[in-house]
Structure formats: structure tokens, C-alpha cells
């Protein structure tokens, strides 16, 4: 390739560039006008304004927005705490809720007792309770007790109707039963 056919093959590749940049710039306000007709389109009975539309849709997403503003994040210091919320917000999910930290407090109270052979991770809710049981730290009024509240969590838990029919002051009678004994629980210690 000699000099003449790079500068050849240079102006035919700058030469579109440059017409497409003086047309633009010969025609602007041409080219503002026909683009601001474009924001309002009419066609026999149908008529468009671009604008209206964009505006409107941004109206909707400031309502939506703040409709869906998010909610006051609330933070727990306490299991005693979330327990007693959930009581008055989802009455069933309260009682899971206590039901899985007594769970969580009896399993605690063999462990520190070290009153079963069993791995902690093998032992079940009803081993635990008949190790304290054995063990003489669990009365048969709590042993009773205990039984009734598994027995109320279970149907609470697979049965749709229990869920419906539980209000918010069974609930929280349950809870304050349940942080009752988890207190009760988390105060055995081993002796000496």
C-alpha cells in the first residue's frame, strides 16, 4: 500500500463520521422540533403524550415506594422478647416459637447436668424429660405439664384449623407458661 491509498482508505472511513456530524449540526433545531413532536404522538382518535406517560409512571413508583417503605426493623435482645411479639402479631408462631426454646432449654439443662449417656445430639425431647425425670430435678406436675404443652405445640404445628382457632391471649399465656419453665431450666446446675 502506497501513501495515496492510505490516504485514500482514511477519507472514506472519516467521510460518514463527518457528514452524519454536519447534518446534525446543520439541522438541530430541526431535529429538536421533530423530537419534541415525537414526546406527543396523534393518530386519528388516538393521541399520545410521551411526557404524560413518564410522569405518571414516576408518580405511581413515589407511591409505590412509599407504600412499600420498609418497616421499622425491629431488633431483640431476648428470646423472652421475640416470644411476646410474636404473641400479639402471629399467635402461632408464638407458641412454635416458646415451644422450640423450652425444647432448646431442657436439652441445655441435661447437658450442664450430665445426667444421660446419650451424645446431645442424639437424645429426643422425650429422652431428655424422663433423664430429669430419673434424675429427680423433674416433678411429675412439670413432667404433665410438659406433656400437654408438646402435645398443644404438635396440633398447632400440622393442623391448619389450630393455627385459625388460637388467639393472641392463649398465646401469650402459653409463652409466659413456656419462659417460665425455660428460666426454670436454665437454673440447674450440676451439684458438686
Partial sequence: MDWLQFISSLISSIAWPVVGLTFLFLFKTELS?????????????????????????????????????????????????????????????????????????????????AISSESPSYRSLMHNIESLEQAGRLSKSHKQLLNEMRMLRNKVAHEQSAILSISSNQALDYAKTAIDLIKHFESYQRLG
Fill in 33 to 113: 422540533k421533530i423530537v419534541q413532536r415525537l414526546a406527543h404522538l396523534k393518530y386519528k382518535d388516538l393521541e399520545i403524550a410521551f411526557d404524560k406517560i413518564k410522569q405518571d409512571a414516576q408518580e405511581l413508583q413515589l407511591k409505590s415506594a412509599l407504600m412499600t417503605a420498609p418497616k421499622e426493623s425491629v431488633e431483640f435482645t431476648s428470646l423472652e422478647e421475640q416470644i411476646m411479639d410474636a404473641a400479639e402479631r402471629t399467635p402461632s408462631a408464638a407458641i412454635l416459637l416458646a415451644w422450640s426454646g423450652l425444647e432448646t432449654a431442657i436439652a441445655s439443662a441435661v447437658g450442664r447436668l
